[in-house]
Every structure is written in structure tokens, then in C-alpha cells.
């Protein structure tokens, strides 16, 4: 049994790390969208658990939807370091208009 525990403790460890690695890669404004400009909305709000943070000084942005042109795809959530203690994110959304639905980007307020 000990060593169950111990092969579970590391594989854990290791997918944890892969997470974290692949968040920390991201920052605000990682939207990426290649068209302003979807002509239908985006899909529901998918649900993500975050992973636990890296720092007490990291922000989970929450995933979102990203129009490629042709497609909704969509964009992980992931932690950011805040670039001040007091400042706050702003997340972006859709938002229907007469040329169709717009992403409008998050933004840091303070």
C-alpha cells in the first residue's frame, strides 16, 4: 500500500505541474481572437474548477469562448499574477451589435 501512495503522490505532483506550467504561459489579454466579428453567440459559459494557485498573489481568469473565423473555440481559464495589490480584473465578453456579436477584451481596473 505504501507504495501505491507514494506512485499516486508523484503522479499527482506531476500533473499538477503540467497544469501549472501551462497556465503560467498565459496572461491577460490572451483572448487571440483572429475575427472581431462572430455572426451567431457563443456557446454557454463552459464550468471550470481551478487548480489551487501558485501564489496568494495569483488572479484565476476564467475561461471563455474565442471566435476563429469560423468556429467557436474555446480558451482555458488561467492564473495570473495581479500587477498590483489593488487593482482588479475585469473580465471580457460577447456583445450582440448590428454587425453581429463582439468580443470586447478584460481589462485591469483599479
Known amino acids: 500500500m505504501p507504495r501505491f501512495d507514494r506512485i499516486a503522490g508523484i503522479a499527482t505532483a506531476v500533473s499538477s505541474a503540467a497544469l501549472l506550467l501551462g497556465c503560467a504561459a498565459s496572461q ?8 472581431s466579428v462572430a455572426p451567431y453567440p457563443p456557446p454557454p459559459q463552459r464550468a471550470e474548477i481551478p487548480p489551487p494557485a501558485p501564489s496568494t498573489d495569483s488572479l484565476w481568469l476564467v475561461g471563455h469562448w474565442n471566435w476563429n473565423g469560423a468556429k467557436y473555440v474555446w480558451t482555458r481559464g488561467a ?3 495581479r500587477p498590483e495589490p489593488t487593482v482588479n480584473w ?3 465578453y460577447w456583445q450582440e451589435q448590428s454587425a453581429g456579436w463582439i468580443w470586447t477584451d478584460g481589462h485591469w481596473q483599479s
Open 28 to 35: 491577460p489579454g490572451f483572448v487571440g481572437n483572429t475575427a
Open 90 to 92: 475585469m473580465p471580457g
Open 79 to 81: 492564473y495570473v499574477q
